[in-house]
């Protein structure tokens, strides 16, 4: 019968070795962080922003990089590459990325803003309401929000596909256009509109808001797969956004400020557009009675649902996208359950 083999005890001085090279490589880690992708786009996400210009995010353990696009649509193929893993889509996005096979699910939403995506035009278009966009050229962004509210304004006011011409353009490429004379008005959201108003003497004909339309809502989105493996850096994620939560409310001006700089903006139009979308209300996020929860019956989730019909009415997709599980209110949960705000 073979004798077991004994483990040595360590002395002393193995122990101590031991323990700070344990303590060396939790160093190393906490220093380094865990990685987090997260693509963003123009538009009044206050959360994210103060918490990348307070470092908020670092605080938490986490060792973001922001990575910056046009739209929610080309966040598609980036998610799908890993090169992001946080996404801040609209609502349109969401559905397009799942339709092509993305397992996507909403953990927080921002911005609530129908009332920060409107119709802009030229002054000289001779545009003052939106029946007179027939014959006009309109600029719009391919498969964003504002793509489904110049189709509710169009079926709002009696406008046939051909009754205009849709011109596809990035934001950018809008506001180039308007000065240029190539399109006639642009449905856009902030801070684009404030650009086109401010800069260009474009006119506000109006915003969804207006319309009764109240989709323009984003979403931070995020692959199952990948929350998964990392639920610890989601739940971190969120909050360094309730953080970032806390801190404008203490001084609204912290966010303005900041993403009127970020944005390369006048302060008074970031004060307008603050007054028009103001941050989410991130602790209501699991509550049912709230228009923008997480949950299921929640005015949000209703409009998933139509959305994804009106999807199909209009070719954008060709099969339902299933919405019943698309959005997940347990990573909020569990960041309200272990966070403590700021004395």
Known sequence: ?????????????????????VAAASTRAAAQGRSISIGYQEQPDWLMFV??????????GLSPTFVKFPGGTPMIEAARDGVIDVASVGAIALLLGISRGLDWTVIGVNPEGPYSQGLVA????????????????????????????????????????????????TPEEQVAALKDSRIDAAMVWEPWMQRMIHGLGARLITTEGDLGVHTNVDGYTVRRSWLQSNRPTAVRFIQALLMAHDAIRKDPNVAIRGWAADMAIKKSWAETVYENVPPPLIHEWTNPRYSFALVKDSAL??????????????????????????LDPSVVTEALRGYRPAR
């Open 1 to 21: 019968m073979k004798r077991p083999i004994e483990t040595p005890r360590p002395t002393r001085r193995t122990a101590m070795l031991m323990a700070l090279g």
């Open 51 to 60: 918490a990348r210009e307070q470092r908020l995010f670092e605080k938490l």
């Open 122 to 169: 030229r002054k000289d278009a001779d545009i003052h309401r939106p029946a007179d966009l027939r014959g006009k050229r309109v600029g719009v962004f391919k498969g964003s929000t504002a793509q489904f509210g110049l189709l509710m304004l169009m079926r709002q006011h009696g406008l046939q596909r051909h009754s205009l011409t849709t011109v596809f353009l």
């Open 301 to 326: 989730y209703r409009s998933l649902a139509y959305l994804s019909e009106f999807m199909i009415e209009e070719k954008l997709i060709s099969q339902p996208v299933e919405t019943d599980d698309v």
